[in-house]
């Protein structure tokens, strides 16, 4: 086994050397099947975004690698600290799970600071600070993971209790994912929401629990729906299809999207060919690259592209599987909802399954926020499929009130 070595240079001072293999070492398949997927899909996203970008940069007298170059150096921040999240405890996670939900709920109240905070494609979602711009909520959905993961993991014995599963979970949760609908982010709104329901579904929670969170969430998502013209308009167009008076409208992009699906066929028109792109798909390099990918590469592309999906999938599958410590569990079940579910929701969309929601394709679509976060994510299941031994892990520290709660619970079911 490689370790830390240490020796005396010529000059005097001691040299510490620590071998590549130990800091990349892991032992299990699924680390690797999950890390290589994630890479792969990742340098994919780089050519796709190269691809649908590289045009209408040039048509605009525009730099048309600039897309293309900030994403790649997204990437080169990414991977590393994706890496380096590999390589925490669980200890860390459950140290750091406040902290970084206040950090994210501090980030995102800058949404709404004068001359920091702007909007973009109709939503006030960004921050600006100096020449560097971030969306703050993609940052609070890896947050949120760590903190729900974090109460469900330390209530696991108390999940039965409507109140200990709803406490504190529906305030500050629900305040997160308030801030973000302020913005007029429906759609990064809607994937916290599935993130939040996902990770209590995998933390044991009782159906009927979920049912009725289900049934709320859909009513107020259905008044905050309607409450914009845009959005009604949208879901209108979703359920009646797009009429030749609004073609040059809303439908617009959802036409052309079609059409650069369709023109592809089972093999595509080739890498770099597409027509859409050349100014005619909005979004072609963020919530509308699966297009693209479908009219140069095809149906066969499409498919690869699904499947990548689905093989993530199943190695954070094999993670909730092989690990016994419910932290774990619970916030790989968090980013495994994060990650397939928005992938697909893209998808949908692309394909006119679902309205349109504005969320980018993880890992492919342009977008440094958006990737990073998803990286660290992916860092955060990688940290337990490393060795296998989450199962071993620190037991999980309940407060005192959550102690006495339990036994009080335990002390009544023995006495019926």
């Known amino acids: 086994m490689a370790s830390r070595t240490a020796e005396r240079s010529p000059r005097g001072p001691i040299v510490a050397r620590v071998p590549v293999a130990t800091i990349f070492r892991a032992e299990n ?3 690797f099947l999950i890390l290589g997927t994630t890479i792969f899909l990742v340098l994919f996203g780089l050519v796709m975004v190269l691809s649908s970008s590289f045009v209408e940069a040039q048509s605009t007298g525009d730099d048309p690698f600039g897309v293309f170059i900030r994403q790649s150096l997204y990437a080169v921040i990414g991977i590393p600290l ?7 405890p669980v200890s860390f996670w459950k140290r750091w799970a406040w902290p970084a939900m206040l950090l994210g709920g501090v980030m995102q109240l800058l949404v709404f600071v004068p001359g920091v905070g702007f909007g973009y494609g109709g939503n006030t979602n960004w921050i600006a600070i100096g020449s560097i711009t971030a969306q703050p909520s993609e940052f609070v959905k890896f947050a ?7 109460v469900l993991s330390t209530k696991e014995q108390l999940l039965a ?5 709803a406490l504190p979970i529906a305030p500050v949760a629900g305040l997160a994912i308030g801030l973000v609908l302020i913005g007029n982010d429906l759609g990064t709104a809607s994937m916290m929401v599935l993130i939040v329901l996902g990770s209590m579904f995998f933390a044991g929670a009782k159906l009927r629990f979920l049912l009725v969170a289900v049934i709320a969430i859909g009513l107020i998502v259905r008044v905050i729906a309607f409450a914009s013209p845009s959005r009604t308009q949208r879901i209108d167009i979703w359920l009646n299809g797009c009429t030749q008076a609004d073609y040059q409208g809303l439908c617009w992009q959802l036409q052309h999207g079609m059409w650069a699906l369709a023109s592809g066929g089972v093999f595509g028109v080739g890498l770099g060919n597409s027509k859409a792109k050349r ?6 390099e963020n919530d509308f690259i699966f297009a693209i990918i479908g009219e140069e590469l095809g149906l066969l592309g499409a498919i690869v592209v699904l499947a990548l999906f689905v093989v993530l999938a199943m190695g954070f599958v094999r993670v909730i599987r092989t690990t ?8 790989v079940a968090g980013v495994m909802v994060w990650v397939i579910g928005q992938a697909f929701a893209n998808i949908a969309v ?3 399954v679902l309205p349109v929601l504005g969320v980018p394709l993880p890992l492919i679509s342009a977008g440094g926020s958006a990737l990073i976060a998803t990286l660290l994510g992916i860092g955060l299941v990688l940290s337990f499929a490393r060795d296998g031994r989450a199962a071993h892990s620190a037991p999980v520290e309940q407060s005192p009130a959550d102690r006495s709660r339990l036994l009080a619970a335990e002390r009544g079911r023995s006495r019926s």
């Open 279 to 284: 100014n005619w798909l909005p979004e072609a």
């Open 82 to 88: 994706m890496l380096l999240a590999s390589r925490m």
């Open 29 to 31: 398949r699924t680390y």
């Open 161 to 165: 209790d409507w109140k200990e599963l």
């Open 144 to 150: 949120l993971i760590v903190w729900v993961a974090w």
């Open 324 to 331: 016994r410590d419910s932290y774990a569990r619970i916030a």
């Open 350 to 352: 692309v394909l006119g």
